[in-house]
């Protein structure tokens, strides 16, 4: 009887610490799949802004070209701060969010207008990336840094 409690206790330890190293996995890799992804020209992490803003230019440096600010990237980047999504959402919605965003928003007139459909693009890079997106969106936990009057476009739930 005492041998399966050792193997359980193992097998519970060794899940803990792969946990442990994939959620660090996410922190690091996080902000560069989310610039990858291109998630920024319509979000924001304000909490963690600078991460964001290396990660931009280390993806422009590992393609060879120069970060430019995109007008109109910028003018309708209107999907809101992402800074507090993991207190907002838990994986499992993140997860089926980004398999297919479309059936999320909400179809009136002005969110039609804001959210393109161009911008409700379901994530197509490769699994590996995929759950590494997840689980960083997950530990944004920073508290609300909406702008003001920011309206979201998702239904509720």
Known sequence: MVQIYRYVYVLVLLAAL??????????????????????????????QSAEIEAAK????????????????????????????????????WIATFLKDPRDYFKDDKKCKKEAKKKYRKRFKGPDAQFEVLVTYLTTLKYGDMQEEGFESCIIEE
């Open 57 to 92: 230019e280390a993806f422009a440096k590992s393609k060879g070209v120069e970060l430019k600010e995109d007008e109109d990237e910028k003018e309708e980047s209107k999907g809101g701060d992402l800074s507090d999504i993991g207190n907002m959402r838990d994986q499992k």
């Open 18 to 47: 792969s946990a442990g190293a994939y959620a660090q996995d996410a922190s690091v890799e996080g902000p560069a799949v989310f610039v990858e992804g291109r998630c920024y020209t319509c979000h924001t992490v304000k909490a």
